[in-house]
């Protein structure tokens, strides 16, 4: 599925504006953002973006809390997610991907290649 608008959810707003001006910037997309795990919930439930990057440590409702509740709710239990996290040791990613996300992207991000890391997850690669 292309994609065409991204939430991306973050409690940091340097990351929150850095990841806007890279996926609006070289992705192209339409991008909304949210600062925290209920916020995140409620932008996907109005907006239905076609992806969601997702912070893992995030004050209250973590990453891991924020999935499980988008997975449980219709409306966005269908949305690939992928986390953003600095903790990427291989036995942590396959936990993310059992929580049920399409990826994970290491922090700190390269801003030239979060658009095509975020498609290659999503849309799968290219031919």
């Given at each position: ?6 939430l991306m959810?973050d ?5 929150r504006?850095?990841g ?5 910037g070289?992705g192209?997309w ?6 925290s795990?209920?916020?995140?919930i ?7 973006p076609?992806?969601?990057?997702l912070?893992m ?10 999935l ?32 049920g ?14 658009s095509?890391e ?5 849309e799968?690669?290219?031919?």
């Amino acid at each position: 599925m292309p994609i065409s608008k991204v939430l991306m959810i973050d409690d940091e707003p340097y990351i929150r504006r850095i990841g806007e001006l890279c996926l609006r910037g070289v992705g192209k997309w339409d991008v909304v953002l949210a600062s925290s795990g209920a916020e995140g919930i409620e932008t996907a439930v109005r907006e239905q973006p076609d992806a969601i990057l997702l912070d893992m440590m995030m004050p209250g409702m973590d990453g891991k809390a924020t999935l499980v509740e988008l997975r449980s709710r219709p409306e966005t239990a269908k949305i690939p997610v992928v986390f953003m996290t600095a903790k990427v040791l291989q036995h942590e990613v396959q936990l993310y991907l059992s929580l049920g996300a399409v990826g994970v992207i290491a922090k700190p991000f390269d801003p030239m290649t979060l658009s095509s890391e975020l498609a290659r997850f999503v849309e799968g690669p290219t031919t």
